[in-house]
């Protein structure tokens, strides 16, 4: 189980498959920083994406930095898997979708909503159609779902943010496999901070 945002405070997911989760806070100064970056994104949903993928980017190297998953290789690797400093997609796809619930908590997106993580596979493919996984924004007036995924990305490095359609594999070109919500990480209130859970998929490696 992946645990849900507490307030301020998230699980850092790691070891692939979240089986490691190490707690962390983002303090006051640490929300304050995000929410200069945010502003700067505010006059439209556009603004708003790529302004996200600096702030997401920031936390994400912030709570890398305090729990000892600064360098994590991008991608997967054999040597990875149960390594606590490492992060495979399932990890990464989570990770994200908590960091943007803060910020969603502090309001922090006028333009946009936090959605439940997606997944993508065509395992005609091979290896390179193998499950993959990432984050959620909607924007709230088209209901564009757009994929989050900073999974071939050092840590710090603004993650893509891009249709969920054209994500990984473009829809146009899948034969076997398709897209769904993995996990509804979603508190129950915005307001209420009870400690919650949410299934998180078996580590599938590709």
Known sequence: KARLPEGDRVFVCSAYGCRTQTPFRFSAADLAEVKKMMAAGSASPAAEREAAKKAIAWMGHRADTAVGTAGDRPGDDMAGNGDPGQMDCVDVATNLTSYMLVMERHKLFRHHSVGSMHVKEDIRRGWSGWTHYAGILVENKSKQKFAVDGWLLASGKPPEIVEVERWYIDDNDLLFGGGGAVAVMK????????????????PKKR
């Open 187 to 202: 508190p129950a209130s915005a307001t209420t901070d009870p400690p919650q859970t949410a299934s998180a998929p078996a």
